[in-house]
């Protein structure tokens, strides 16, 4: 699977954010369910700061997105998870 670069990477923040996710882990699969979860500028916003505090770890990431967009609680996800 190839991410449709003009579809996801129209923002600086989507950019960022993809970025990001490419250096965490080269995977189009993983950065595509990311940024397909992250839809507004604002999850995308909350996810680099989430990145950019230390998390690195891509299940965890994949984590926050599922919270990000479903308004589930990431504490509660993680004990379920992780």
């Given amino acids: ?18 970025s990001l996710l490419k250096n965490i882990w080269d995977n189009e699969e993983f ?3 990311i940024m397909e979860h992250c839809e507004t ?4 916003q909350k996810m680099i700061e989430v990145i950019e505090s230390g998390v690195t770890n891509k299940n965890e990431i994949t984590l926050w997105a599922i919270s990000l967009c479903s308004g589930k609680d990431i ?8």
Avoid: C, P, R, S
């Avoid at 996801?8 to 954010?17: F, G, P």
């Avoid at 500028?41 to 995308?44: L, P």
């Fill in 75 to 82: 504490n509660q996800l993680k004990a379920k998870w992780l």
């Fill in 1 to 18: 699977m190839t991410i449709n670069k003009d579809v996801y990477l129209k923002t600086d923040t989507n950019k960022k954010l993809y």
């Fill in 41 to 44: 500028d604002e999850q995308q």
């Fill in 31 to 33: 950065i595509f369910g």
